[in-house]
């Protein structure tokens, strides 16, 4: 059974610093690997989708790598600012077509100015 | 593109109450849908997955005589909490897979959270 883990689980920085935010995998066998963004009491926004022929993705300042081998993933944001401030979700989509994406726990990130 | 809602947005209602949750896919048909929990502080875990007109798969540990799930159509789905105690308090999200061009990336409605009393 697919299991993903985020790591560190909360994370704090001030403005304009660069961070990388991990996401390991147990399963290797995924379809894609997507980033999200929640912000209290909200729902869901997605950042970056990866699919499992591809190493990475970016979006402005945003950069998001796959190692499908090693079964990790690694969310990069450059010049951080505090409206970054949110959790960040992991999640694995699994090989099964029509199978649902499993998510990791989170990484909540607070940028001060 | 591929918008999802849900309604109602928060709910409160009282304890033993039967409260429904709609999903739909705006612009697209949905031919497998997914039924998310979050508990404050945790991760979205999957209650269940749903294909038009047939019956939903629920994961372990969900009732499934409690969370009604309805498919009725490519656009819609229902989630029903039967006789809602406290515990059942949280935030449920639902998402929508398609066919075709984008039939690998699931699309998330905006959620709705629960309070029961």
């Known amino acids: 059974k697919q299991e993903v883990t985020q790591i560190p689980a909360a994370l704090s920085v001030p403005e304009g610093e660069n961070l990388v935010l991990n996401c390991s995998f147990t399963d290797s066998a995924i379809y894609n690997l997507q980033w999200f963004r929640q912000d209290p009491g909200k729902g869901l926004t997605s950042l970056l989708l990866?699919?499992?022929?591809?190493r990475e993705q970016t979006s402005g300042r945003l950069n998001a790598s796959l190692d499908k081998s090693s079964g990790r993933s690694t969310l990069y944001i450059a010049a951080s600012q505090p409206g970054d401030s949110a959790t960040y979700l992991c999640?694995?989509?699994?090989?099964?077509?029509?199978?649902?994406?499993?998510f990791g726990k989170g990484t909540t990130l607070s940028v001060s100015s | 593109g591929a918008v999802v809602s849900q309604h109602p947005s928060w709910v409160i209602c009282k304890s033993g109450t039967s409260v429904k949750i709609e999903c739909r896919s705006l612009?697209?048909?949905?031919?497998?849908m997914f039924w998310y929990r979050q508990f404050p502080k945790q991760s979205l875990m999957l209650m269940a997955t749903s294909n038009e007109g047939s019956k939903a798969t629920y994961e372990q540990g969900v009732e499934k005589d409690k969370f009604l799930i309805n498919h009725a159509s490519l656009t819609l789905s229902t989630l029903t909490v039967t006789s809602a105690h406290p515990e059942d308090s949280s935030f449920y999200i639902c998402?929508?897979?398609?066919?075709?061009?984008?039939?690998?990336?699931?699309?998330f409605g905006p959620g709705t959270r629960l309070t029961v009393l």
């Open positions: 612009d697209f048909q949905a031919t497998t």
């Open positions: 990866i699919q499992s022929s591809q």
């Open positions: 998402s929508a897979r398609t066919s075709g061009r984008l039939y690998n990336e699931q699309f």
């Open positions: 999640a694995a989509g699994p090989y099964q077509a029509g199978t649902a994406l499993i």
